[in-house]
């Protein structure tokens, strides 16, 4: 049996015997809860009174547990999958929440002790062409940096973090984690950023032991209607999702304006490229 | 800008267009330099199509950061710690026996909707008894188990990134001499555009080979000094162009559109998209000259279709 569950101190979410308390269908309808299984190397099933709930919840595997939501769920066991050994638990009490969207993480904390975080969704719609990309740190790890080419969008994000960023849609490639303030040492997965969604990342496992990986869980949350059309034209509703420049400038704070025109006109013409050349020339020493 | 403000959210989230750009290690030449002999060009001997005319074959001085990453448009924001709420219940695990519960009124749950939800797994959600058969074993199943919402993976598939335009020539204008770096959008939603040596391949549209516009800008005149779509003005249809993507492959574009748009008028479904008809878009700048805010009032465009040569098909 791994010795990290042993050590697992539930810090709330727990599934456990529920204290119904007659909820309604339409709480129900606009929460989402899921229980994201952080920890790798141990397969578990999640027993409530004395009964398997979830059985045979690996690692990467979210189950939704929206159902229970508004619930007080009480007696908590994780056993180690198949067996009756008690990993977990049990945990009192634990109350679902009744509203939004959380996703419940048992994960590693800094230290690698098993621990379990709720995290809640940022369920506002994303700009017209955008998405959401959500990083959160639930690995045994030192606080770490997203780094981005030159840029760092996201720092100091230390273990149980959680950090949004709003970004046009489209592939994210050659991201890296760093420590804080370090260089660069591990990559990112490419991943595919879809606008009107909420592409969330969760950095699992553990950096010593050579279990660090990434889980993904990606939520629909649309695009803003009404938003200011900042494209090229006001064809949304026709768009793909493909972020459109608001503008494409291409030749301007270049010699006089003069010779801007002419440099212009010139192009269009198909006229030698060295005589606007030489225009433009003159332009700047007249200038 | 619409407020971003959401309930459980202590933290303002700073909604930053900042364009940023990571530069790649080194990358081979776009295009192979010109053999003297010119009979064993290795770009001509894969050329299905030797009767057409080539412009000449000048090798890229600076190539190195072609295949730049950019990834524009990200919020500077800190770890996001108010955001979430790490429950410690340390002090109220139970010592004493677990309180029993009245039966479950099932009837009160709503049916879980799993087409709503978004998973990871194009199949859908695990079967919870498929998952592991030894759970299966377990004589005790709680009926609890029956109200369970469906299970999903999120282990991510591997993506590979796509390949990169990183070079394009022509037979009728002089562009091959420029290399390529990815380009995003500026602070206030403009596109990047790179200085006068280099042309911009807008990484959030297509690349060459997939769906959708390929889009490469550049600028007409810079810095006192012509850019690199200086005579893009002057394409007509049946210009062939090839775009080199870093993966060492190369695609063959035919024109077959030359449009000028006022600035606000560029049609998003066309230029801005990543599904649909594979094209290959240059843009620039032209037409007047507003010499208010010294801008172009104009862009140019220039369409360009795959020529049937190029397609996998004939590449033996």
Known sequence: MNTRLKRLVIGGAA????????????????????????????????????????????????????????????????????????????????????????????????????????????????????????????????????????????????????????????????????????????????????????????????????????????????????????????????????????????????????????????????????????????????? | MIGRGRPHDAGDHDHDHGAMTELAPPTPPAFPPPDPGDAHDPAAAHDPTPGRRRGPLVTLACVSGVAAIALGSIALLGGDADDEVVLDVTDVIADEPPVTIP?????????????????????????????????????????LAELLGPRYSAVPEEIEPRPRPVGVRSDAIDIERFPIRAVGLEDDGQLEIPDETEIGWYQYGATAGRPGATVLAAHVSWNNTTGPFFRLGTMEPGDRLTVALDDGSSRDYEVIERTMYDKDSLPRNRIWRNTGLETLVLITCGGDFNPDIRRYRQNIVVYAVPVASTAPVSAS
């Open chain 1, 15 to 287: 599934v456990a015997a529920m204290a119904f308390t007659a909820p309604t269908a339409e709480a129900q309808s606009d929460v989402e809860v899921m229980l994201l299984h952080g920890i790798p190397g141990v397969d578990v099933d999640v027993a409530v009174d004395g009964s398997v709930v979830i059985p045979g919840f690996a690692p990467g595997d979210m189950q939704d547990l929206s159902p229970f939501a508004g619930q007080t769920l009480t007696n908590l066991e994780v056993r180690v999958a198949g067996t009756e050994d008690v990993a977990i638990g049990p945990v009192d009490e634990f109350a679902v929440p009744d509203s939004g969207s959380w996703t419940v993480v048992a994960h590693l904390d800094a230290d690698g002790t098993p621990t379990i975080t709720p995290f809640e969704n940022n369920t506002e719609p994303t700009a017209d062409g955008e998405g959401r990309l959500t990083v959160r740190h639930t690995a045994a790890a030192p606080a770490v940096d997203l780094v981005v080419g030159d840029a760092r969008p996201i720092e100091g994000a230390a273990n149980g973090d959680s950090a949004d960023l709003e970004l046009p849609a489209g592939e994210i490639a050659g991201a890296q984690l760093a420590p804080a303030g370090g260089d660069p040492i591990i990559d990112v997965p490419t991943v595919n950023l879809a606008a009107g969604t909420n592409l969330i990342v969760y950095a699992v496992g553990s950096l010593e032991d050579g279990t660090f990986t990434f889980l993904t869980q990606e939520r629909e949350v649309g695009v803003e209607t009404g938003a200011e059309d900042g494209a090229s034209d006001t064809q949304t509703e026709d768009s793909d999702g493909t972020p459109a420049p608001t503008e494409v400038n291409t030749g301007d704070q270049s010699a006089s304006s003069n010779d801007l025109m002419l440099v212009g006109a010139l192009g269009l013409a198909a006229v030698a490229g060295a005589a606007a050349f030489g225009a433009a020339r003159r332009g700047r020493q007249a200038a």
């Open chain 2, 103 to 143: 039966p479950v009124p099932i009837e009160t749950l709503a049916e879980p909707t799993p087409d709503e939800r978004l998973a990871n797994d194009p199949e859908g959600p695990n079967s919870t008894t498929a998952s592991d058969d030894a759970a299966g074993a377990d004589p005790e199943l709680s009926p």
